[in-house]
């Protein structure tokens, strides 16, 4: 199984860039058979049906790159190192391993813990299964995702990732606000860090004006590829969009709502419009 899908359109118009780390739902067999979690509560720790909301992009001259495999088997918008070593056994020494706060709590690159906290495993992973993934999924998808942030970023003088992802209706971040509603959309940009101030701000008025309640950075101000690809002092932009799911699907039964067209028409105006005016915002 190829560790990404990159659909490009006839010609790119512009310098933005849609990605969708956490949309993939591919398991190996040998995965699921060794698990203590069923499939459904899996995909629930994914941002299902996200790079179908963003499939449309392609016509406004932008390309969508989506991540194969689901989040729980490894997790690309994590830093290499992001591993909890005491989840593997006959492993080499660890080089520069860290416990992240997202590692801490069993979201680290190799996810110990579901969404709503159950363990995946029920014993130790040969540390040769980290390695394998590394070496076959992670490292080809920042490749191939650097490769095309660098080759967009030099036909156009500058590159702007969106990194898109969908959010629970709650607040579940440490099941602590379980009952807490979520706004319609936060864009992180790791504190105004990643990206351009007036760049966020147009994107955080294009939902405004549709009717969404719209929030930045809390409490999520974007992860590993937002703050890996984001440099704005050299023309490289960052920006995570999370969608609040109850915006277009059933969250209990993971299907499609009737209001997932509507919502999938205002990604395409996005996506227009930023083809449209991207360049006057970075570039007055």
Do not use: W
Not at 20 to 46: A, M, Q, R, W, Y
Not at 138 to 152: C, K, M, N
Not at 164 to 179: K, N, T, V
């Amino acid at each position: 199984m190829e560790p990404f899908t990159l659909h490009k359109p006839d010609i790119i118009e512009n310098g933005v860039i849609y990605s969708c780390p956490h949309s993939g739902t591919f398991f190996p067999d040998d995965f699921l058979n060794s698990i203590n979690v069923d499939l459904e509560v899996l995909l629930k720790s994914g941002d299902s049906f996200v790079d179908q909301l963003f499939a449309d992009v392609t016509q406004a001259g932008s390309p969508l790159f989506a991540n194969t495999y689901g989040r729980s088997y490894l997790d690309s918008s994590r830093a290499e190192n992001e591993l909890d070593m005491t989840m593997f056994s006959g492993m080499k020494i660890a080089k520069n391993a860290r416990i992240s706060d997202k590692t801490s709590r069993g979201f680290g690159l190799i996810a110990q813990k579901t969404y709503d906290g159950q363990q995946i495993y029920s014993q130790k992973l040969p540390f040769a299964e980290a390695e394998k993934r590394l070496k076959n999924i992670y490292r080809p998808v920042h490749q191939a995702l650097q490769g095309l942030i660098l080759e967009i970023h030099q036909q156009h003088g500058y590159s702007c990732l969106v990194d898109c992802h969908s959010m629970p209706s709650f607040d579940f971040i440490g099941l602590r606000f379980i009952h807490q509603r979520q706004p319609d959309v936060i864009l992180g940009n790791c504190f105004n860090k990643s990206c351009d101030a007036e760049l966020s701000e147009y994107i955080a008025r294009f939902f405004h004006k549709a009717g969404l309640s719209v929030s930045f950075n809390t409490p999520y101000a974007g992860g590993f590829n937002t703050s890996h690809y984001g440099n704005p002092s050299v023309g490289q932009h960052a920006i995570q969009i999370e969608l609040n799911r109850a915006l277009y699907m059933d969250e209990d039964n993971l299907t499609l709502s009737p209001d997932f067209p509507e919502l999938r028409l205002l990604i395409k105006q996005l996506s227009q419009n930023l083809n449209q005016d991207i360049k006057a915002i970075l570039d007055p």
